[in-house]
């Protein structure tokens, strides 16, 4: 497995890769809801490379991607320092080490650019992510009460972050 940062090139398994986590029902989008838009994929790429601050990182294990890690920078002064992550890894890649291995290469690049902070949000309910990010610094910083409307129902989310030396 390698893990490299997206090109303009690969925005079309990109998109498939992210309609395929998706499907898992553990994302922000519901499954099927997001549309597959390759060209506007492309623009995020180009305005991600244009920033110190943001990056996406991607795992490629046999020549195909498996999963993926977004940091998008904070865009004002005060928050430039803070990275905002989504982070995603496909059925199959499950458990032999994609998101600890994207998380590595994050870590690298967040400590040249000097970050200090990476947060993110997680379901309440998915244990294997929130174990994954706590192996890899996270904390629970709170909750977010009734944040999404899954299937009927309210559901909470944790809002985690990690404070880089």
């Not at 174990?131 to 996270?138: D, S």
């Amino acid at each position: 497995m390698i893990i490299i940062e997206a090109k303009k090139e690969d925005a079309q398994q990109i998109v498939e890769l992210i309609y395929e986590v998706e499907q898992s029902g553990l994302m922000l989008f519901e499954p099927f809801e997001r549309p597959k838009n390759v060209n506007g994929m492309k623009n995020r790429i180009e305005m991600v490379a244009k920033e110190d601050n943001s990056n996406i990182f991607l795992a490629e294990l046999d020549n195909k991607l498996v999963g993926y890690l977004f940091a998008f920078g904070g865009q004002s002064k005060r928050v430039k320092h803070v990275a905002y992550l989504v982070v995603g890894v496909s059925s199959e890649a499950r458990g032999i080490g994609v998101g600890s291995r994207l998380f590595e290469s994050l870590n690298e690049w967040a400590n040249r650019q000097r970050l200090k902070r990476l947060e993110l949000t997680v379901l309440k309910h998915n244990e294997v992510a929130i174990n994954l990010y706590k192996k890899n610094g996270f904390e629970i910083e709170g909750t977010k009460k009734h944040s999404l409307f899954v299937d009927g129902e309210f559901v909470d989310e944790y809002y985690l972050s990690k404070i880089l030396k």
